[in-house]
């Protein structure tokens, strides 16, 4: 899968998202049609939509655009908390490039991440690494914590 992720990637570089969308979605198809059991299954599901996601974030699409895979995966959920945590940043970050949009659930989003995170042992790499970034994508977005 991640080969063909890849392969793809390569050939739709200069694409628009209206264009790449419908080969990731084609790739999906096919992939699924080869996956041996469900759990496979969500996860290519996770795995295109997380690609179409960070490609609609790499492009700054408009929240027509943005938010559908966003939700798309909102509604598979996450196979861990890096893969959250990459949503939810870009989400984000997203947010801090398009002042008129309401953030509100963005930052929601990032609380809840931060709970998360803290929930990881303390002194551990992960546990540093994602709060660190997390400080680092608060501030880029424009976002200043709620004091609890």
Avoid at 3 to 16: I, K, N, V
Avoid at 70 to 84: A, I
Avoid at 124 to 137: H, M
Wanted: aromatic residues 8%.
């Amino acid at each position: 899968m991640a080969r063909a992720l890849e392969q793809l990637l390569a050939t739709t570089l200069d694409d628009s998202y209206e264009q790449l969308e419908p080969r990731f979605k084609k790739l999906e198809k096919q992939l699924l049609a080869a996956a041996a059991s469900d759990f496979e299954r969500t996860e290519i599901q996770r795995r295109i939509a997380e690609r179409l996601f960070s490609e609609a974030f790499a492009r700054n699409c408009p929240w027509p655009i943005f938010s559908r895979p966003l939700r798309r995966l909102q509604r598979l959920g996450y196979s861990n908390l890096e893969r959250r945590y990459h949503v939810v940043t870009f989400y984000a970050l997203w947010c801090g490039r398009q002042p008129d949009h309401d953030s509100r659930e963005a930052r929601r989003l990032l609380e809840d991440l931060e709970g998360r995170i803290r929930r990881l042992p303390r002194g551990g790499r992960l546990r540093r690494g994602l709060s660190k970034g997390l400080e680092e994508v608060r501030a880029q977005a424009g976002f200043i914590p709620s004091s609890n």
